[in-house]
């Protein structure tokens, strides 16, 4: 099963940055893919970024141009650079991983790292 390990979350004031970490480890199967998620209090959890493989690299639109999603060669590693942080942003942030053309291990998700940007 695979393990996921985040940080890198804190308090930070509207406007600043935070770059975020997951260690992956135990995959079992080649990463076809590496997500960032975030779930804030009373909601649902949504993906906000995610890098494929190869290259492709989404976001949800409310942190387009903002968040960086990035990861190291090995794929043992993916990062979420986040700036010009907002409010709305407060949340706790999950890595997870699939493999190519694969589901989400939801199943196995972190801890997650808590995010809270104050106004």
């Known amino acids: 099963q695979v393990q996921l390990v985040e940080s890198g979350g804190g308090l930070v004031q509207a406007g600043g940055s935070l770059k975020l970490s997951c260690l992956v480890s135990g995959s079992g199967f080649s990463i076809g893919a590496m997500g960032w998620f975030r779930q804030a209090p009373g909601q649902q959890r949504e993906l906000v970024a995610s890098i494929i493989i190869g290259g492709l690299i989404n976001y949800v639109d409310s942190v387009k141009g903002r968040f960086t999603i990035s990861r190291n060669n090995a794929k043992t590693t993916v990062y979420l650079q986040m700036n010009n942080l907002k409010p709305e942003d407060t949340a706790v942030y999950y890595c997870?991983?699939?493999?190519?053309?694969?589901?989400?291990?939801?199943?196995?998700w972190g801890k997650g790292t808590l995010v809270t940007v104050s106004s």
């Open positions: 997870n991983v699939r493999p190519a053309g694969g589901v989400w291990r939801t199943d196995s």
